[in-house]
């Protein structure tokens, strides 16, 4: 102060009396400490840019830089529009802002680390430092096993459809393990040998291939009956609005579209077929492959993968 008098500041942290709460203002009271030295804290707020006009200014940059497609007006929507309308408005964007909204979700939770990545570009838009990093510890689990349907309940399930297109659609996602929305979102490619898919990606101009792993007891899927059903989607329509209608539908099975997906990964391992190979045809990276997949094959696995390929 001008007067050389030493002034007490309080701040208001909003974090609980706990373990938690402790370490948080302990890492505030240690960032102030930094400013100061450095010459660079405000003891009043000489920036009064609200959230609300901080997520405003940063969204028309990011639609200037960015096309907006279907997806990601949709995705942009269904993220930063809802999670992002529950934040105060009027407040004003800095880092105490930031350190009261990311400690008021449980620490080491999804939602945490969900607020963290949404927060995080707008806050480097503004040059408004943060350790966002130690607020983003979750990390999904890898799928377990147990949860998979059975090879025997897929083809009992199969075989008692009734409704013929379910029966053939249900034949393609246990055989070539594509995500629910890229149902709708292939070329069928019958007529070849072996039989695959196109799957688009993003536009019709580029797509992957991807080959069935044969499921003992279920019949391939044919190009005589695609031919009877003869199906189009609008290509614009979200990929989550397509994913749901495969999951409206598989709400009659005792399992998902997605657990499919899963097991197509587990029979592509039991076959001997590689991982990178699999990875290909499932659209994603090996990375990806051996964090979600890579403890699904246990012993019993494993045994019977030698048992097939050198008994």
């Known amino acids: 102060p001008s007067n050389g008098e030493n002034v007490r500041k309080e701040f208001a942290l ?30 009043e707020e000489q920036k009064k840019l609200t959230f609300k006009n901080a997520f405003d200014i940063y969204s028309k940059d990011y639609w200037k830089k960015n096309n ?58 503004h040059k408004v430092d943060f350790p966002f990093t130690d607020y983003m510890k979750y990390s999904s689990s890898q799928i377990n096993l147990k949860t998979l349907p059975s090879i025997e309940l897929v083809k009992e399930v199969w075989q008692n459809e009734q409704c013929d297109f379910h029966k053939w659609g249900l034949g393609i996602l246990v055989s070539y393990g594509i995500r629910p929305h890229e149902f709708f979102k292939c070329d069928y490619l019958f007529d070849q040998y072996p039989p695959r898919l196109a799957v688009w990606e993003n536009t019709k101009t580029k797509s992957r291939t991807v080959f069935p792993i044969p499921f003992d007891g279920i019949d391939l899927p044919t190009q005589s009956l695609l031919d009877k059903f003869t ?17 409206n539908w ?15 990964a587990v029979r592509g391992a039991m076959n001997s077929i590689s991982p990178v190979i699999v990875s290909k045809w499932m659209g994603h990276t090996l990375e990806v492959h051996y964090k979600h997949y890579g403890s699904l094959i246990t012993d019993r696995e494993s045994e019977l993968t030698w048992l097939q390929k050198f008994n």
Do not use: M
């Not at 302990?26 to 804290?41: H, S, V």
């Not at 598989?250 to 197509?264: D, E, I, S, V, W």
């Open 68 to 125: 907006p497609t279907v997806d990601r007006v949709y995705n942009w929507q269904q993220n930063q529009e809802k999670w992002l309308a529950q934040l105060p408005e009027d407040e004003i964007f800095n880092s105490n802002f930031l350190l009261r909204v990311v400690s008021s979700y449980p620490s080491g939770s999804y939602s945490q680390k969900k607020i963290c990545e949404l927060l995080r570009p707008i806050a480097k838009f």
């Open 250 to 264: 598989f709400c009659k099975y005792p399992f998902t579209a997605y657990q499919l997906r899963h097991l197509y």
């Open 231 to 247: 199906f189009q989607w609008d290509v614009n329509t979200p990929n989550r609005k397509l994913g749901g209608k495969i999951s």
């Open 14 to 43: 909003g974090c609980k009396a706990n373990k938690e709460g402790y370490r948080i203002a302990l890492a505030k009271a240690k960032e102030i400490d930094a400013q100061l030295l450095l010459d660079k804290w405000e003891f």
